[in-house]
């Protein structure tokens, strides 16, 4: 599976925008969908993950503001930041788990917030 991330840019605080994240094969029902991020000089964070059952789980710094989500027809997962804060810059990756473990990451997609 190759995963493809869009939809970074540069955006004022409090602005919003929206992830998208498109894999090259079938993504498969029974696979774990996530964001992390990594910003400069830290470690890579998870941001959230969906599982197949659809349950989410969030960074407590994004809880309320971020959305992530799947379709699986068109296997593809988003995440819809709002109110973002200059803390969420970062560069955003999509990753994909699969039931036998299997790990695959997309390219990163950079995420500017100016205060």
């Known amino acids: 599976v190759q995963l493809q991330a869009s939809g970074g840019g540069l955006v004022q605080a409090g602005g919003s925008l929206r992830l998208t994240c498109a894999s090259s094969?079938?993504?498969?029902?029974?696979?774990?969908l996530a964001w992390y991020r990594q910003a400069p000089g830290k470690q890579r964070e998870l941001v959230a993950s969906?599982?197949?059952?659809?349950?989410?789980n969030y960074l407590n710094s994004v809880r309320g503001r971020f959305i992530i989500s799947r379709e699986n027809a068109k296997n593809t997962v988003y995440l819809e930041m709002n109110s973002l804060k200059p803390e969420d810059t970062a560069v955003y990756y999509c990753?994909?788990?699969?039931?036998?473990?299997?790990?695959?990451w997309g390219q990163g997609t950079l995420v500017t917030v100016s205060s």
């Open positions: 969906i599982d197949s059952r659809g349950t989410i």
């Open positions: 094969g079938s993504i498969l029902i029974a696979n774990r």
């Open positions: 990753h994909s788990l699969s039931s036998s473990y299997v790990n695959s």
